[in-house]
């Protein structure tokens, strides 16, 4: 349940296992939008395992490690490790996506677009899945099925699985793509010149009153991000505007970006 990356990746590891899957997506469509601008970690040798590095990445050196990289804001030298783990791939979701959903077309994975798992009942040896699609509700037999859902997974709601614990809501998350002045960013370390304030260096920086982060996107659009511990009531029905952003970086950082929509 899922044509995510998760679903997709797993459905082409089933595939070369000798298991024939079956993919259900509840979106008519791939998303046009990305949420999310990369792979962090050992996730990219597995793909560079796959072959499926070299189309993600559109290059044909392999992977390798970052020198550096940062946690909780706090920039961390990698170099000192003798086996450095930690390799990225900055690449857009809707790619990732097309790149598997290619792959998994090629080992012959059956991927169902708008049919939605909703419901499921477990037998001894088998689960029976209750699909809704363009032509109404069918059910399929199944030795397994795999929730690649997302956060809010139907997959994990049907089958009782709970999800304890409480969300914070003292601390506000702003993140967007978005133009900013290109006399700002540094050619040569993909850096910003943030007037008022001084460089900041790609990713993480961290204040006193929060977080801040800016990179440039391989689709050539700048993320902007910030956190903040504490900033009154938040309307979090409300959409995400640039003025809003903009309030927030002055808040963390003290000095003002101007902003203004991707092109």
């Not at 079956?22 to 050992?42: F, H, M, S």
């Not at 992977?63 to 000192?80: C, E, Y």
């Not at 809704?132 to 709601?157: F, L, M, N, Q, W």
């Not at 304030?197 to 800016?214: D, K, L, N």
């Amino acid at each position: 349940a899922g044509a995510g990356p998760n679903g997709l990746m797993l459905a082409c590891e089933l595939s070369l296992a000798g298991v024939r899957p079956i993919v259900l997506e509840r979106l008519p469509e791939p998303r046009r939008e990305n949420r999310a601008n990369g792979l962090v970690g050992q996730v990219v040798r597995m793909l560079d395992r796959r072959g499926l590095y070299q189309p993600l990445a559109e290059k044909s050196e392999p992977p390798q490690p970052l020198p550096a990289f940062f946690f909780g804001a706090v920039p961390m030298d990698l170099r000192v490790l003798d086996d450095n783990p930690f390799y990225l791939l900055p690449v857009p979701q809707t790619r990732i996506e097309r790149v598997l959903a290619e792959r998994a077309a090629e080992l012959g994975v059956e991927v169902r677009r708008g049919h939605e798992l909703t419901g499921l009942s477990q037998h001894a040896d088998t689960v029976t899945v209750e699909v809704t699609g363009p032509d109404g509700r069918y059910e399929i037999g199944s030795r397994y099925v795999v929730g690649a859902d997302g956060a809010h997974s139907t997959t994990r709601k049907l089958a009782g699985i709970g999800f304890p614990g409480a969300a914070s809501d003292d601390i506000v998350c702003r993140i967007a793509e978005v133009a900013v002045p290109e006399k700002f960013v540094d050619p040569a370390t993909g850096g910003l010149h943030l007037p008022g304030y001084g460089y900041i260096s790609p990713m993480y920086h961290r204040t006193e009153r929060g977080v801040f982060a800016y990179a440039r996107l391989p689709s050539r659009t700048d993320m902007v991000f910030t956190l903040e511990w504490t900033t009154g009531a938040i309307d979090t029905d409300a959409p995400l505007t640039l003025e809003e952003l903009h309030d927030s970086i002055h808040r963390v950082m003290g000095a003002d970006l101007p902003l203004r929509p991707p092109d």
